[in-house]
Protein backbone atom coordinates (compact mmCIF):
# COMPACT_ATOMS: atom_id res chain seq x y z
CA UNK A 1 0.00 0.00 0.00
CA UNK A 2 1.65 3.61 -0.98
CA UNK A 3 1.95 5.75 1.62
CA UNK A 4 -0.02 8.85 2.07
CA UNK A 5 0.48 12.02 3.86
CA UNK A 6 -2.53 13.94 4.36
CA UNK A 7 -1.69 17.08 5.93
CA UNK A 8 1.69 15.81 6.64
CA UNK A 9 3.53 16.45 3.82
CA UNK A 10 7.27 17.26 3.65
CA UNK A 11 6.79 21.46 3.82
CA UNK A 12 3.40 21.36 4.79
CA UNK A 13 2.11 23.59 8.20
CA UNK A 14 1.10 20.81 10.09
CA UNK A 15 4.38 18.89 9.32
CA UNK A 16 6.56 22.42 10.65
CA UNK A 17 4.34 22.50 13.38
CA UNK A 18 4.97 18.65 15.02
CA UNK A 19 8.46 19.08 13.91
CA UNK A 20 8.91 22.16 16.27
CA UNK A 21 6.49 20.81 18.78
CA UNK A 22 9.06 17.67 18.72
CA UNK A 23 12.12 20.30 18.94
CA UNK A 24 10.89 22.17 21.90
CA UNK A 25 9.64 18.81 23.91
CA UNK A 26 12.92 17.33 23.71
CA UNK A 27 15.37 20.12 25.01
CA UNK A 28 12.54 20.90 28.01
CA UNK A 29 12.62 17.56 28.66
CA UNK A 30 16.45 17.29 28.42
CA UNK A 31 16.32 20.23 30.88
CA UNK A 32 14.11 19.24 33.07
CA UNK A 33 15.95 16.06 33.47
CA UNK A 34 19.56 17.44 33.73
CA UNK A 35 18.15 19.83 36.30
CA UNK A 36 16.60 16.72 38.17
CA UNK A 37 19.11 14.13 38.01
CA UNK A 38 22.66 16.15 38.04
CA UNK A 39 22.20 19.13 39.71
CA UNK A 40 18.72 18.72 42.27
CA UNK A 41 18.70 14.90 43.81
CA UNK A 42 15.09 13.72 44.32
CA UNK A 43 14.14 14.69 48.46
CA UNK A 44 12.32 16.43 50.18
CA UNK A 45 14.05 19.74 49.50
CA UNK A 46 13.50 19.76 46.26
CA UNK A 47 9.78 19.05 46.11
CA UNK A 48 9.59 22.10 48.05
CA UNK A 49 11.69 24.14 45.96
CA UNK A 50 9.72 22.61 42.86
CA UNK A 51 6.64 24.00 44.46
CA UNK A 52 8.09 27.05 45.41
CA UNK A 53 9.00 27.61 41.69
CA UNK A 54 5.71 26.64 40.39
CA UNK A 55 4.57 29.70 42.31
CA UNK A 56 6.37 31.76 39.77
CA UNK A 57 4.21 32.93 37.05
CA UNK A 58 7.18 32.54 34.66
CA UNK A 59 7.68 28.61 35.53
CA UNK A 60 3.44 28.32 35.89
CA UNK A 61 3.71 29.80 32.39
CA UNK A 62 6.39 27.36 31.25
CA UNK A 63 4.50 24.36 32.01
CA UNK A 64 1.11 25.23 31.13
CA UNK A 65 3.10 25.71 27.43
CA UNK A 66 5.16 22.68 27.73
CA UNK A 67 1.20 20.90 28.73
CA UNK A 68 -0.16 22.74 25.17
CA UNK A 69 3.01 21.99 23.17
CA UNK A 70 2.86 17.93 23.99
CA UNK A 71 -0.44 17.78 23.59
CA UNK A 72 -1.04 19.20 20.60
CA UNK A 73 2.17 17.25 19.39
CA UNK A 74 0.44 14.05 20.42
CA UNK A 75 -2.64 14.34 18.97
CA UNK A 76 -1.57 15.95 15.79
CA UNK A 77 0.59 12.74 15.83
CA UNK A 78 -2.16 10.32 15.97
CA UNK A 79 -4.37 11.84 14.01
CA UNK A 80 -1.85 12.04 10.53
CA UNK A 81 -1.06 8.17 11.40
CA UNK A 82 -4.53 7.22 10.96
CA UNK A 83 -5.22 9.49 7.87
CA UNK A 84 -2.19 7.84 6.83
CA UNK A 85 -3.18 4.49 7.39
CA UNK A 86 -6.64 5.18 5.20
CA UNK A 87 -9.01 6.72 7.85
CA UNK A 88 -11.39 8.03 5.85
CA UNK A 89 -15.45 9.85 6.28
CA UNK A 90 -17.40 9.62 8.99
CA UNK A 91 -14.73 7.71 10.90
CA UNK A 92 -12.30 10.61 10.35
CA UNK A 93 -14.83 13.23 11.84
CA UNK A 94 -15.69 10.42 14.99
CA UNK A 95 -11.99 10.41 15.35
CA UNK A 96 -10.92 13.72 15.18
CA UNK A 97 -14.11 14.78 17.74
CA UNK A 98 -12.75 12.44 20.00
CA UNK A 99 -9.18 13.61 19.58
CA UNK A 100 -10.27 17.58 20.20
CA UNK A 101 -12.57 16.41 23.32
CA UNK A 102 -9.44 14.24 24.99
CA UNK A 103 -6.94 17.25 24.31
CA UNK A 104 -9.55 19.20 26.14
CA UNK A 105 -9.85 17.20 29.11
CA UNK A 106 -6.07 16.76 28.99
CA UNK A 107 -5.20 20.79 29.18
CA UNK A 108 -8.19 21.33 31.55
CA UNK A 109 -6.88 18.53 33.72
CA UNK A 110 -3.14 19.59 33.74
CA UNK A 111 -4.32 23.65 33.93
CA UNK A 112 -6.24 22.49 37.64
CA UNK A 113 -3.09 20.14 38.63
CA UNK A 114 -1.09 23.30 37.62
CA UNK A 115 -2.47 25.72 39.80
CA UNK A 116 -3.27 23.54 42.28
CA UNK A 117 0.36 22.65 42.62
CA UNK A 118 1.25 26.44 42.87
CA UNK A 119 -1.43 27.31 45.35
CA UNK A 120 -3.73 29.26 43.22
CA UNK A 121 -2.19 31.52 40.99
CA UNK A 122 -4.28 33.32 38.57
CA UNK A 123 -3.49 33.27 34.72
Do not use: C
Not at 25 to 42: I, P, T
Not at 82 to 108: E, M, P
Request: net charge positive; no cysteine; aromatic share 14%.
Amino acid sequence: MAERYSSFEAGGRRWLWQRITAAFLVVVLAFHFFLLHFVNHADEVTFAMSQARMEELTYFSLMILFLLTATFHGVNGVYNALINQGLTGTRKTAVKLVLVVASAVVIVQGVRTALAWAGGVPL
